[in-house]
């Protein structure tokens, strides 16, 4: 027994100095990895003119930003792709316009690559028939950061396999306000979760980052988008320093530890000063005493919206200089700096920390997407993980008289538009910027996968009419319409729109509840909704959140094939009221108590 117990020690201290010896061994590696990284971007520099250099910070659009030749002329650094007409039909043509834009920067005397960037912020959402996971806030449902690392590292393959090497997620938030539009973009309300889920994504995302299979994450919208007064999108953030330290910027402390290549400017103001603007926390905190080597990327025509070439004192390293900003950004910022309103050694440290990047990801060793990956797009594989996410992101808030499980040998019948609609299940950032209301290519309906599992007739009352003849459960899928950025904002201190379910969906749950069917709701929405008096009307309640093309999941869980795993990433208000004092004048009013706490969740078991 001594012996095994000595063994067993000298056994490990051995694998330990072997873990030490290769760790550092690694270190070493990665070390002289940087140095050589560092020269190269060092001895480029040195060759760059201001013309080069300006080009190197400006990102514009594959389209109506640029004219023939101006990714060559304009020494363009980036191009981006979010809403707007497509690079192509199907993936080689994206590839092919990508390689075509890459051509031209690479004709260029220096011939630095051109970084593409994408708003893939739920698996590549710009591309129909990619994989779409859950939207951030039902990955914070599912709490589990191994899931969060495959699903990014899906998105990363995804990504590249589109053209892309540089992501604009995941975004880090941490809303204090569900009127927020922008709720479901982010994992929780907790710093703790949205912490540990970063992290996760980060290391999905970006891998060894010069792999092919890899991309450059961003974690935004530095800092303080999701605590805006009254949830309002790009409204003011009146917190205390103190606050903003210990509770907004861990995640970002967390993202630069990962190594994450680039950080989001934010629209909002932090007591009344431009996110884009501010130079303490971009230059003096996240550079600084952060530590990040990183860009700092500003948002959509940051440079017109924030001040101009403020920003770049600032510390934004690349702006998107899109939707006609393009001429007065490039000549406003050269002219800044001609006449020394912006430091020669600002523009130098903002190129080298594009250069760095580029360098970091491989690019000008493999400018060019692998053509390789298009195969991968929205594959099985991939979608068993996503329809797992979609199962672990569940919340199950209420099940009485045994209405889950569903039944696989009872009639059901299924209830409402939203059952039937991968558009409605995913949400904005998906197809399009602002959602769809149409079905996409390659995804799954709720109803779809319920009609897969179950052994017996399913009926389909699509419009609520009532047709539900014999059947022993109804499954009312009701929520939200997709919606992104502003546009899902409740109405700041106003609240000129709903916080509960829409009238018609409300009755659609009111008229099944009064026909003797068990009645089981399934609610889609990128945030807890004033739902008190529905789920007192059922016998069973699921916050679906934004599940994605897997609807199939959530037909798994409900038949029981799986349990429920979700616990809810934000409290669930009890009223209207609750969502005025949460947060804005009544902030954390102690004497608010939500229907749900944070971390509610039920389970089979
Ligand atoms: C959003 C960002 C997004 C960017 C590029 C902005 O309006 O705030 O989250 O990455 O657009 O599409």
Redesign the pocket.
Known sequence: MMFMKWRHSAIMLLINACCFSSCQQQLKEEISMNEIIEQKVDSLLAQMTLEEKVGQMTQVRHFDDISDNDIASKFIGSV?H?QGPLPGKGAAEWQSKFIELQKQALSTRLAIPLLFGV?AVHGQNTYEGATIFPHNIGLGAAGNPDLVERTAAITAIEAQATGFTWV?SPCVAIPYNEKWGRVYEAFSESTELTTKLTKASIRGHQGELSERETVMATA??FVGDGSTDFGVEGGNTSLSSEHVTQRLLPPYQAAVKEGVGSV?AS?NTLDGKSMHAHKALITDTLKGSMGFDGIVVS??KGYSRFGETGIINAGIDMV?AVDGDLEDYQSGLKEAVENGTVPQERIDDAVKRILRQKYRLGLFDHPFPDTTLIGKIGIEEHRAIARQAVRESLVLLKNDNSALPLKKKAKIVVVGEFADNSGFQSGGWTVNWQGSTESYKGATTILEGIKDLSEAEVIYDKDGSGNHEGAEAAVIVVGETPYA?FFGDIGGEMDLFQHTLTEAHQNLIESYRSKGLKVVVILISGRPLVTTEQIEQSDAFVAAWLPGSEGDGIAQVLFGDHDFKGKLPHSWPKSVEDYKGKYGPNFWDDSIEPLFPFGYGLSYR
């Open positions: 981006i979010t708003d604009f935004k919208h989001m629209f948002d959509w998107m950025e």
